[in-house]
């Protein structure tokens, strides 16, 4: 596996590749999740490049940026051991000093679920990913469905800012109790994790009460409220039944497509998790 840490070097090397490039970024901290999507792209694609950038403008100044777990020997490892092609891992002034800025088109989506919480958040998201599509120019680019809004934001980006690049959504992979894995899983016991997979059951409820037949978002979400305020340690940020493309709250559901998706705290770890259902499965 190459590794590059500059962005000059990248754009040399980048220059002498002609093949199909699949993309991973990541934060870091790798997990299965991240490694079903590297291996999805050494399904696709020709070349499998993977970056490694703990991107600042991600996060506010009260999270846990400081602290994000950092297992950087751990990940080189699980890179080498899947034959990744060429890890891209820059400092913050390669990413953004010496890299052109982007001018990324507004979206409503910023404003919704995660973005209510979070406002700065998919500023930095989109801003970090042009800049590396700018600079690995790849073919093809993974993102995992765990982070549904991230993957429809950056479809969308991809559609505005014209980027010839074929956006290839993962599935999410969970732990043996449901939980999805996540980097931030790392801060949390191992009875708190299965603590944690409560959130999945009681997206787990929703859904069986959607192939049942109710068609109250008012309902289905009390049946998750009711779920998780039986774990006194768990405290909802939200749930959210949304149409998929404008992730706006539906009021009744009536055969559309649907993100059931919510963010649940277990002390201070923030835990996401979602499911889609579509309008045929009604
Ligand atoms: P991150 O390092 O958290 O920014 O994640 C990098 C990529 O891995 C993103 O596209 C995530 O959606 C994806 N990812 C993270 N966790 C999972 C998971 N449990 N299953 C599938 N993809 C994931």
């Not at 800025?101 to 801003?127: C, M």
């Not at 049942?212 to 009711?226: H, Q, Y």
Request: glycine residues 4%; charged residues 20%; positive net charge.
């Amino acid at each position: 596996m190459k590794l590059i840490k500059t962005v000059d070097e990248f754009i040399n090397w980048r220059n002498q590749q002609s093949a199909s490039i699949g993309f991973i970024p990541t934060l870091g901290a790798l997990h299965n999740g991240h490694l079903s999507l590297i291996r999805a792209s050494k399904k696709q694609c020709k070349i499998t490049a993977v970056s490694i950038f703990l991107n600042p403008t991600q996060f506010a100044a009260n999270e846990d940026l400081s602290l994000y777990p950092n297992t950087l020997e751990q990940d080189l490892e699980s890179l080498r051991e899947l034959k990744v092609d060429v890890l891209f891992f820059p400092n913050q002034q390669e990413m953004y000093q010496k890299t052109g800025a982007v001018n990324i088109p507004a979206s409503e989506l910023f404003k919704k679920l995660e973005g209510k919480s979070r406002p700065h958040f998919f500023y930095g998201v989109t801003t970090i990913v042009a800049k590396l599509f700018n600079i690995i120019k790849p073919s093809h680019a993974f993102f995992g469905e765990k982070d549904a809004q991230q993957l429809y934001i950056i479809g969308e980006m991809i559609n505005k800012m014209n980027y010839q690049i074929i956006l290839i959504p993962c599935p999410i992979i969970r732990d043996q109790n449901g939980l999805a894995l996540s980097s931030r899983n790392q801060y949390l016991t191992k009875s708190e994790q299965k603590k944690a997979s409560i959130v999945y059951q009681g997206l787990m409820h929703i859904k069986n009460h959607l192939n049942r037949g109710e068609t109250n978002p008012k309902i289905l979400k009390k049946i998750f409220i009711k779920i998780i305020g039986e774990t006194p340690e768990l405290r909802i940020d939200y749930i959210s039944i949304a149409c998929i493309y404008t992730l706006e709250e539906i009021d009744k559901i009536n055969g559309e497509k649907l993100l059931i998706s919510t963010a649940v705290f277990l002390r201070d770890v923030r835990l996401i998790d979602n499911f889609t259902y579509l309008s045929s499965d009604i």
